[in-house]
């Protein structure tokens, strides 16, 4: 029997297990992934993020999602880190360089008294280009803005960029109600959809006023879940983009929270800040 030490923290209810593999090797197999996320028989989370050392940088993030597979990037889940590694004192500063697979992330923590409040990343720059997210489509476009997909007799309206993983934004009209939107029914068709080779994580947004939008998001790989950090990413640029708000800072409201994202196309990085809460530490029999 394998015991692994563990941590529970939420970014906006958008909830990981964070294992501590700076000085130990931690291999876990997709079925034991899978276990210690259900909610039933397991921990309970939308993904696990390994922290280890980085060659180069202050630590380097493996993240998984719940159904075992990996993703390239995780908003939410690079904050909970940068809190675990603070709280943990696996770094000594407030500035700190977490190595991904979508490149070098860098976090600021808003420390007061020795504690860690407000967590801000530098997203990078969102990526445009459909071969890049990836989106296969034959249209001889750059940009995939208001373009129409039909899906099981319906049409869609899809706004596509890359936050470092592939996301698909899609703005409700006036008269759609977001709350009771079945995004349970569109999510997984739309992250299976044929023009997606990788999937994709579908954002579901709703325009509240020139500063806020209100969104619930299906992710690739974990379903809806309470916040997607990378989804508000998206659904911010894509709304400044389209000029759905005004100014480049949006106020993204989930069904966990809320998120700031700061965007000016002028400078291309994609900023993304909140708290995010850590719950307890555990130890786990696999």
């Keep these: 029997m394998k015991k692994i030490e563990f941590s529970k923290l939420n970014g906006q209810g958008n ?22 996320c259900n909610r039933n028989f397991g921990i309970g989370a939308d993904g696990i993020i390994l922290v280890k050392k980085s060659k180069k940088y202050d630590l380097k993030m493996d993240f998984y999602n719940k159904d075992g597979s990996i993703s390239e990037m995780c908003g939410n889940g690079i904050r909970c880190m940068a809190e675990f590694a603070f709280d943990k ?13 979508a490149g070098i992330k860098k976090i600021t923590i808003d420390v007061k008294k020795g504690i860690a409040g407000n967590i801000q990343v530098n997203m990078g720059k969102p990526e445009f280009k459909p071969s890049n997210i990836p989106v296969k489509i034959y249209d001889d476009i750059d940009e995939i803005f208001n373009y129409k997909i039909s899906v099981n007799s319906k049409d869609f309206y899809i706004n596509c960029v890359s936050m470092g993983n592939p996301h698909c934004v899609i703005f409700l ?23 997606f080779p990788n999937k994709a994580n579908i954002e579901f947004v709703k325009i509240k006023d020139k500063n806020n939008i209100d969104m619930r998001v ?39 929270g809320k998120l700031n994202v700061i965007w000016n196309p002028t400078e291309n990085d994609v900023y993304l800040e909140g708290r995010v809460s850590y719950k307890f530490d555990g130890i786990y029999f696999l």
């Design 15 to 36: 909830d990981f297990i964070l294992i501590d593999a700076t000085e130990r090797s931690v291999n876990l197999s997709r079925n034991q992934i899978i276990e210690m």
């Design 89 to 101: 004192r696996l770094i000594t500063n407030s500035f700190l360089e977490i190595e991904t697979l």
């Design 173 to 195: 009209d006036k008269t759609e109600d977001l709350d009771n939107f079945p995004v349970p029914e569109w999510g997984p068709i739309i992250e299976n959809y044929k023009i």
């Design 218 to 256: 299906w992710e690739r790989g974990a379903g809806e879940t309470l916040a997607c950090g990378t989804g508000a990413c998206a659904a911010g640029v894509c709304s400044v983009k389209l000029k759905k708000i005004k100014g480049d800072r949006i106020t993204v409201n989930l069904r966990g």
